[in-house]
């Protein structure tokens, strides 16, 4: 049997699948072990993963709005975004995310490391020590470093003449530059490891022997067959631990859940409106907060509960509509179960994922900023027409079939068989 270390960060939805795909090693006979922020732990703890937490590196303790140290959405432009990834997460603190992942090895003697796309500390480590490593992504690939994938961000979809595959070229080359800003730090914690400096940011990356894209196939607008080393491997989605049990409104009408992210991106005026919304409308409502937000900041209908979490696996049987930002498992589970989506992107994944919604047809996206009356009317079209539901269940229909084929597990086993 092998010995796997994984190493992930508080980012929200990537944390779990990392756990899911580990437990699912350990359920094979390998031995695991799982680094990330202590505020992970009770998440390892509930699977039964062993856990060790960064900390000469950056870490959270909590998961409330004041403990994210990203804070990404404070920036007003994507090179804002970008250098605020690079600072807190990627270069950085890559020296620091390296001495715990070098520290780690020794004490866990791992056959093969798994890390997280934006954590180059961990990449670094695995190549000072000559180890396999691979890295594990819980959503559509988000760097520019896949040729003929839509740019990442934007929302954009897949090129179908030659004026925007050199568009897609332009937007794509325009970030990797900006990544570029990362470097220094890079090459400074390369350095210090006894490692030679690189060119791009993005050549740290070429060490994996593997990257495992924890998405459905069906769901992705990435071309096909994948480009070496990528490959999917189906998405990893479950409740998390600390949901919480939650009855909906016992009033009459179709139920609609809402939900957005568990990190907090300053969304409390989007959720405002939906619920007011919602408080207009002939439906029964659920809105979870999450962790980051106190359910008690707002005011709702008798036909709105307002809860800080609620078992979606469970509520998603009965549910006819899913309001969301478009996190990578928010948007994916409510397809699973055939239910149509209403997309409010906010940044990071969610323009893409909503982009994939609405082109296949199963929901529909408004501006993070819509008010109440133009989210009324769009939860009208979405519960009224019945092609929505129809689209959501046939999308639904693949990606559960790419769940039921997940495979990040025999992946990483043939990769610690490799010489």
């Known amino acids: 049997m092998a010995r796997f ?23 094979l006979g390998h031995d695991v072990l799982v680094l990330s922020d202590p505020c992970n732990c009770l998440d390892a703890a509930a699977l039964d993963v062993p856990f060790g937490a960064w900390t000469t590196a950056p870490f959270q303790t909590g998961k409330s709005r004041d403990d994210d140290r990203l804070r990404d959405y404070e920036a007003d432009n994507p090179l804002a975004v970008i250098q605020r990834l690079l600072d807190r997460v990627m270069t950085g603190p890559a020296l620091a995310y390296a001495t715990d992942t070098l520290a780690a090895t020794d004490a866990f003697a791992p056959d093969v490391i798994v890390s997280q796309e934006l954590l180059t500390g961990p990449m670094a480590a695995a190549e000072a020590r000559g ?107 479950a409740d998390p631990t600390w949901v919480e049990p939650c009855a ?19 969304q409390e005026a989007v959720l405002r409106e939906i619920i007011a919304a919602l408080g207009t409308l002939a439906v029964r409502a659920v809105v979870t ?21 609620a078992p ?39 323009h893409d994922n909503a982009a994939r919604v609405t082109h296949r047809g199963a929901g529909l996206t408004l501006a993070a900023d819509a008010k109440a009356p ?31 084929a997940r495979s990040a597990a025999t992946s990483l086993e043939i990769l610690a068989l490799k010489p």
């Open 131 to 237: 180890l396999p490593l691979a890295l594990l992504a819980a959503n559509i690939w988000s760097l520019p470093t896949m040729a003929g994938a839509p740019p990442f961000g934007a929302g954009m979809l897949p090129a179908t003449s030659d004026e925007e595959r050199a568009m897609h070229a332009m937007v794509g080359q325009m970030s990797r530059t900006f990544f570029q800003a990362g470097l220094p730090d890079l090459n400074a914690a390369r350095a210090a490891l006894d490692l030679p400096p690189l060119n791009d940011v993005f050549d740290q990356l070429n060490v994996a022997r593997s990257i495992l894209l924890a998405t459905s196939q069906a769901f992705d607008f990435a071309p096909s067959p994948l480009p070496a080393p990528f490959v999917h491997v189906g998405p990893y989605l």
């Open 374 to 404: 133009v989210i009324a009317a769009a939860v009208n079209r979405l519960l009224n027409e019945p092609r929505f539901k129809v689209r959501a269940q046939a999308l639904g229909e693949r990606i559960q079939a790419d769940e039921a």
């Open 248 to 266: 909906p409104p016992a009033a009459g009408g179709p139920l609609v859940v809402v939900s957005f992210s568990s990190l907090y991106q300053a």
């Open 312 to 350: 979606h696996g469970r509520l998603l049987a009965q549910t006819a509509l899913f309001i969301t930002h478009a996190g990578h498992g928010s948007t994916l589970r409510p397809l699973m179960a055939g239910v149509p989506l209403l997309c409010l992107p906010m940044g990071r994944d969610q």
């Open 5 to 27: 270390l994984f190493t992930t960060w508080e980012g929200g939805g990537h944390v779990q699948p990392m756990l899911l795909v580990a437990r699912d090693l350990m359920t």
């Open 289 to 309: 907060t999450g962790p980051a937000i106190d359910p008690a900041e707002f005011e709702a209908a008798d036909n709105v509960a307002v809860v800080r979490s």
